[in-house]
Nanobody, 124 residues
């Protein structure tokens, strides 16, 4: 089992940056592909980015390509989401998730474990 704890959210002005972190418990972190999702008020949870177990494959939703970067440090059991050039429409609760079966997964149903989320608010 994996427990995930996100941090790094906050209030930022449009154009600013934030770096989200997701710390995982357990010694099997390297066995899990990881993803970031977000849920804005009144909207469904949506995929943001994913990374495979070794960290050499990544995938992004179109709206964040060129602005967000997902990465991981398997030695520190942590996955990151660097968010640059933030826009008000990026405002949401951001969740990290872990899955053991898929190399790079874009559907929430493919993930086995979820964190509690960290809130990101981008002001205009």
């Amino acid at each position: 089992q994996v427990q995930l704890v996100e941090s790094g959210g906050g209030l930022v002005q449009a154009g600013g940056s934030l770096r989200l972190s997701c710390a995982a418990s357990g010694r099997t972190f390297r066995n899990y592909a990881m993803g970031w999702f977000r849920q804005a008020p009144g909207k469904e949870r949506e995929f943001v980015a994913a990374i495979n177990r070794s960290g050499d494959r990544t995938y992004y939703t179109d709206s964040v390509k060129g602005r967000f970067t997902i990465s991981r440090d398997n030695a520190k059991n942590t996955v990151f989401l660097q968010m640059n050039s933030l826009k008000p429409e990026d405002t949401a609760v951001y969740y990290c998730a872990a899955n053991i079966a898929y190399a790079v997964a874009r559907s929430s149903g493919q993930y086995d474990y979820w964190g509690q989320g960290t809130e990101v608010t981008v002001s205009s």
